[in-house]
């Protein structure tokens, strides 16, 4: 009896399972991009006119693993003109596969944006929780990358982590405290984004496309509230949603570019993880 039980059990999952990846594809194919769309236009006239787009990360994978989603859309939306900026400050070479991750790196960043001007910096600070790296240095190193000087009326985009990076990575959280001086140095041309590492939630750094489309639902569906779409926040908060062929091919970057790190608890990732389908970015005034 007890076996039977739990071959119900499964198989219940099971169909749980395929129904909310049912209503994640249908969702795709209109909801999803509206949803998106909506948040990218208004954060796209909040900057001006765009100059350039620079994602500021700690290690090869970061720009997968954490922003797809924001690259992807974005990538859509701005103008193909637009140059793409990838500055990694470490080659990830902390167990001595550096030249290899640098090159899948560069590979991923061709799959993701192809058709797209970009270019990938790989600075030379060391990998690991226990490297300390100087924020002096960085700073200057991003200067030299991003252009200070614009014709008016321009920004740069900057995106990084959040103060408290993912997983509350030392290296992480390097990134947003260089990323913010160079903010502060340069407001007026520059308009910070930080991801949010849903530091402390794990339930919700590990609810994976669920709870977003259950909040999307309810957006649309609910009687007593407003139909529009649109979660972007007065205070500067914006939801940016992958759809069903956007993670598909954030996936296939990570499984054809960075080889080197498909162990079996990456799978785990890219099934549970948040971060691969949805990212909450906060715009710093």
Not at 28 to 45: D, M, Y
Request: glycine share 4%; charged share 20%; with cysteine.
């Amino acid at each position: 009896m007890a076996r039977l039980d739990c071959s119900k059990i499964i198989y219940k999952i099971t169909k749980l399972t395929l129904l909310i990846w049912i209503t994640y594809i249908i969702l795709s194919t209109t909801k999803i991009p509206n949803f998106t769309t909506e948040n990218l236009q208004r954060l796209i006239v909040k900057s001006n006119k765009i100059h350039s787009v620079t994602l500021v990360i700690a290690h090869p994978d970061d720009e997968v693993m954490f922003f797809a989603p924001t690259l992807l859309n974005l990538n859509e939306m701005v103008p193909k003109d637009v140059s793409f900026n990838v500055v990694c400050y470490s080659n990830g070479d902390a167990e001595g596969l550096g030249d290899i991750r640098a090159l899948e790196l560069q590979h991923s960043i061709k799959l993701l944006l192809s058709q797209r001007i970009t270019n990938t910096t790989i600075l030379d600070h060391k990998d690991g929780m226990d490297e300390v790296w100087d924020a002096g240095k960085m700073l200057s190193q991003l200067n030299n990358i991003i252009p200070t000087s614009l014709p008016k009326g321009r920004q740069n985009i900057v995106l990084t982590f959040d103060k408290d990076g993912v997983s509350n990575h030392i290296n992480h959280k390097k990134c947003f405290e260089v990323a913010s001086k160079y903010h502060s140095n340069n407001m007026k041309s520059t308009l910070l984004l930080t991801l949010n590492s849903y530091h402390n939630n794990i339930l919700l750094k590990y609810s994976s496309f669920g709870w977003e489309c259950l909040k999307l639902l309810n957006k649309l569906y609910n009687p007593f509230i407003s139909k529009q779409v649109s979660p972007f926040k007065s205070n500067g908060h914006f939801t940016v949603f992958s759809t069903y062929p956007q993670y598909i091919l954030s996936l296939s970057s990570m499984l054809n570019a960075h080889k080197s790190q498909m162990v079996w608890y990456r799978y785990f990732w890219w099934v549970m993880s948040r971060f691969v389908f949805v990212n909450n970015i906060k715009i710093v005034n």
